[in-house]
């Protein structure tokens, strides 16, 4: 099935972070003390003592990392909880930062804009939604946020200039959807690895400010949220078919400042179809099901966008219909969304 088919990929991408994370520590895990290794159960904000055990298990130092922020209520393996990168600064050499006219100045700004600090919580929410992963560390700097990870982290300034190329290449290629002060950072660390940082403004996602919305019995609020990710997801689609590069689309994921649409993540991949594009777009249909005119206007609207965009030739390469019937099939409730949807793509 797809939910085991899920599970089996995250065990994957977990034993592959807990490794990286060992590369990191040179062999060492950081514990936080009474649980298991790189595991948070979390009861709110609090500090954490972190016992440092080798890999036999021997205590060999302790220490006391800033204070994390932890979504209440929650277990969550936290691949990178413990390890502390070097933050990015403005003074790194040419070839390592992105942009090369404005990356520094933006960089200087965000550092010097007031308290870093680490967001845990935002990192578990992002797990908890599907919209992150698991090794990912998360620093918020007044309105930005300064995101790594361990598969961020590499042996060299040289691979690691070679990767920030690579991203900057994609995040050019999505056009529209990147923020005008949006920077990516190579920072060297002792011993001669070195950790890529993207830097983004800190906005409410879309997904956010629906769950608001919804709270709030605010329908307008809600139809505009979700009209603003209808347009989000028709982009991706369009970025998929034009540039070959895939997002993911969870609504987590977008953000709008006035009249700008953002893709506030920087996980994009080589491919064209988007895993689980029927799921993200039907399942606010199930989810905000008390307030139909919003999700009319969700649905139309995202039919709307794709249908001037993208012709059916290429629809049918990206596998919009096999996605959407896919998810139809499997979430009964979310079918007439999809029939709705189709009909208004003339299928």
Known sequence: ?????????????????????????????????????????????????????????????????????????????LLASGIEPPMPRADVGIGFIWPSATGRDILRRVMASGP??????????????????????????????????????????????????????????????????????????????????????????????????AQERDEAKLTEALVSYAEGAAEALIVAARQRLVLNVHPDNFARSRNDLYYVDDNIAAGTRIPDLGHAILQRCVDYAAFP???NSFITMFATYVGRSINRKLMEELGVDE????????????RPAQEKLFRLLGR
């Open 1 to 77: 099935s797809r939910e085991a088919a899920a599970r089996a990929d995250a065990q994957r991408r977990a034993r592959e972070a807990a490794e990286r994370a060992a590369a990191v520590t040179g062999g060492t895990e950081l514990v936080p003390r009474g649980s298991a290794p790189f595991f948070v159960s979390s009861g709110g904000p609090r500090e954490t003592a972190y016992t440092e055990t080798s890999s036999r298990g021997a205590p060999v130092t302790e220490s006391q990392p800033p204070p994390s922020s932890v979504a209440a209520g929650s277990a969550y393996v």
């Open 293 to 295: 005119s919003a999700v």
């Open 116 to 213: 870093i600090v680490r967001r845990d919580d935002v990192v578990i929410h992002r797990m908890k939604l599907g919209s992150g992963l698991t090794d990912e560390i998360i620093y918020q700097a007044g309105g930005f946020s300064l995101k790594t990870s361990l598969s961020r982290r590499f042996s060299d300034l040289d691979e690691g200039r070679t990767e920030l190329l690579k991203l900057a290449r994609k995040k050019m290629q999505t056009g529209r959807l990147v923020p005008d002060t949006a920077v990516l950072s190579i920072q060297p660390e002792a011993g001669g690895g070195a950790w890529l940082w993207s830097v983004m403004p800190w906005l409410p996602t879309l997904h956010a400010i629906m769950e608001e919305a």
């Open 323 to 334: 996605a959407f019937a896919s998810e139809a099939n499997i979430s009964p409730l979310a």
